[in-house]
C-alpha cells in the first residue's frame, strides 16, 4: 500500500505563486510514476504534470511554463510550483502514484484545494 498526502493549497490572487506537496509513504519502492492532477468545478479530473518511470515530465498545455513538478527522494516528496496562476487554475489537487510491483496500481492523495481569485 502507498499513502499520499497532499499539503500546500490554499487562496491567492491571481498572478501569485504556491507550492504543492506530496509525502508517499508506504511502499514507495513500488512507485514507478508519480504526479498531479486537478479538478474544478463542472469539469473531469485532468493530468497537470507527471513523472514517468525514467525521470521524464509531462505538462498539460494549459499549465505549461508556468507551473513545474520536481522531487526529493530523500524526503519521499514530490512538489508542484505553480505560478502566474489563474482563475481557471482554481481546483482540488490530486497526487498520483503509480505500482506495478507486486501488481498494477493507482493511488491518489486525498487533495488539497487551490482557488485563485480574480
Known amino acids: 500500500q502507498v499513502q499520499l498526502v497532499e499539503s500546500g493549497g490554499g487562496l491567492v490572487q491571481a498572478g501569485g505563486s504556491l507550492r504543492l506537496s506530496c509525502a508517499a509513504s508506504?511502499?514507495?519502492?513500488?512507485?514507478?510514476?508519480m504526479g498531479w492532477y486537478r479538478q474544478a468545478p463542472g469539469n473531469q479530473r485532468e493530468l497537470v504534470a507527471n513523472f514517468a518511470s525514467g525521470g521524464s515530465t509531462n505538462y498539460a498545455d494549459s499549465v505549461k511554463g508556468r507551473f513545474t513538478i520536481s522531487r526529493d527522494n530523500a524526503k519521499n516528496t514530490v512538489y508542484l510550483q505553480m505560478n502566474s496562476l489563474k482563475p481557471e487554475d482554481t481546483a482540488v489537487y490530486y497526487c498520483k502514484a503509480v505500482t506495478s510491483r507486486p501488481r498494477v496500481a493507482a493511488y491518489w492523495g486525498q487533495g488539497t484545494q487551490v482557488t485563485v481569485s480574480s
Open positions: 508506504g511502499s514507495i519502492l513500488s512507485i514507478n510514476a
